[in-house]
Each structure stands twice: as structure tokens, then as C-alpha cells.
């Protein structure tokens, strides 16, 4: 089943960074998957403000956003020749040139930390977790040294059967022909396993039905969430959370963030996910 709309482009940022340069390869292959454009942005400001109104530090700022943004586009189309790749020049912050047009993305991919990413012991920085929390359509947070060389995506799943982290798992691992592992939490306990069991599989149904060909693990696991997603994570190529409305991130889609090393997808929102035919 085609998935993709064309339409609608990835986006992501650059400022070169090692990690933005791998959330660059990443959206990369995320608009080959899905026949989108790419969009790269990059954000510049005058970091001094005795010389915000100084025409010449406001010149030379710019010309040096220009430059690493040129490079960005570049980088990109050398990974892929034929790829649309559009430029984004935007003045003010990272996270706001990346917000204004989140609605018209299908998709932003962001690194975990920038240049100016925040104390070198946070494993996130302010762009990334502002994003992840705020834009309306999902989010992968791709750190330094990513690769996606395994062939799982994980998603952990709620009560809710229209979730759209679960269709988006569904759409990933189906665009990526990966194996799709679904984990559900539950307390202990034989009568409360049956339970879980009879709804996981009713929650599943239309998703199987719909991607027949992804192959799909089940697991119910008695850890918290956060703890069970965690612990599966390290032979995951992406780990799939969701979240109510935006603006929100909970603890379990912090924990995760902050707790793996895996390339991490927010996606807000329980409504079902309709994928285009």
C-alpha cells in the first residue's frame, strides 16, 4: 500500500552539527520512501544585541547562515542526486523557522542537539524538544553516528485503537519493509494478561488489515512503558511514541528520549491515521 503524499514535503534542519547532519541523512531517506520534496532549514540571529541594528554584523550574519545552509542542501543532494531539495533561510530561532510551516510537513525529522544545543552532558537540546513537543504532525529525533542498519520498528501502544503512533509504526516499517514490534504494558496477573491479550488483538486488526505485508511481534510486558520500551530499543532502527495533542511530551516520551540512543518518532494525536492510497 502506497503511504506517502507527495504533496507534502519532509522537513528538517541544518546548522552543521554532527547530529544535524545525521537528521539530514535520515530525512533524506524518509522523502525517497515517500516521494516528497525535502525541505531544509536553517534559522540565524545576531547573537550580540548591541548589534541588532548594526547593517553590517546583520549582513555578515547572514551570509554565514547562507553558507551553512547552501552546505546542507548540498550534503543533501549528494546523498541523493534526484531528490527535490528546497532551501528554507529563516531569521530567529531554530525551533520556530521549523514550527511556522510544521502544518504543511508530513513529516520533520530534527537532531538531538545543535551547535548551540545546550550543556554537553544533555543528550537534547532546546530546538529538539521544543519541536518534538509542539509540532502537530510526528517528529524523529535523530542523534550523532545514527545508522539504520536493524530491521525493527517499535511502537508501544494505548487503549486507543485510531492511535496514530501505531499507524505510523505501521507506515514506517512498511515503507522500510522492516519488522514492526508492538508492545503493550500490563500489570500482572493471568486474568489481567487474557484481558490485555483479547484487546491488543482487536486494537491490531484494522492495522494488519491493512498492512498485510508487515511482518508484526507482539509482546505484552509487566515493566512501565517507558522501561519496556527502553529496554527493547537498542535492536530497534526507530522507536515510535505517541502523545496526546500537542503541545504536550510526557514522561514516558521524555524517557525514552532521553534514555535510548535510537532514532525517536513523536507523534501526537489519537485520531486515526488515514493512510493515502
Not at 552546505?71 to 514550527?99: Q, S
Not at 513529516?107 to 544545543?117: E, F, P
Not at 486474568?191 to 486494537?203: I, M
Request: charged share 20%.
Amino acid at each position: 500500500m502506497r503511504t506517502e503524499d507527495p504533496g507534502r514535503p519532509v522537513a528538517t534542519g541544518y546548522d552543521g552539527s554532527a547530529a544535524a547532519e545525521a537528521a539530514l541523512r535520515w530525512a533524506v531517506r524518509e522523502a525517497q520512501l515517500r516521494y516528497a520534496p525535502l525541505v531544509v532549514y536553517h534559522a540565524w540571529q545576531v547573537p550580540i544585541p548591541g548589534f541588532l541594528n548594526d547593517p553590517i554584523a546583520v549582513a555578515a550574519v547572514r551570509q554565514s547562515a547562507e553558507l551553512i545552509l547552501r552546505h546542507g542542501v548540498e550534503l543533501a543532494k549528494d546523498m541523493a542526486g534526484r531528490l527535490v531539495v528546497r532551501p528554507k533561510l529563516e531569521r530567529g530561532t531554530a525551533a520556530g523557522a521549523l514550527l511556522m510551516d510544521a502544518k504543511a510537513a508530513q513529516l520533520m525529522v530534527v537532531g538531538t542537539r545543535g551547535v548551540n544545543g545546550g550543556h554537553g552532558r544533555l543528550k537534547l537540546g532546546s530546538t529538539a524538544v521544543h519541536v518534538s513537543s509542539h509540532a502537530p504532525g510526528p517528529v524523529i529525533v535523530v542523534g550523532p553516528g545514527t545508522s539504520a542498519p536493524r530491521r525493527v520498528v517499535l511502537v508501544g501502544v494505548g487503549e486507543e485503537p485510531g492511535n496514530k503512533a501505531v499507524g505510523f509504526a505501521f507506515e514506517e516499517a512498511c515503507l522500510r519493509r522492516c519488522e514492526l514490534q508492538i508492545v503493550r504494558t500490563c500489570a500482572a496477573g493471568e486474568d489481567a494478561w487474557r484481558e490485555t491479550g483479547r484487546r491488543f488483538q482487536r486494537l491490531l486488526a484494522p492495522w494488519l488489515e491493512r498492512y498485510p505485508q508487515v511482518q508484526v511481534r507482539t509482546r505484552i510486558d509487566q515493566r512501565p512503558p517507558a522501561r519496556a520500551l527502553a529496554a527493547l530499543a537498542a535492536d530497534s532502527a526507530l522507536v515510535v511514541v505517541g502523545e496526546p495533542a500537542a503541545p504536550s511530551l510526557g514522561a514516558t516520551a521524555q524517557a525514552v528520549l532521553y534514555g535510548t540512543g535510537q532514532p525517536v518518532a513523536v507523534v501526537h494525536g489519537n485520531g486515526p491515521l488515514t493512510p493515502h492510497p
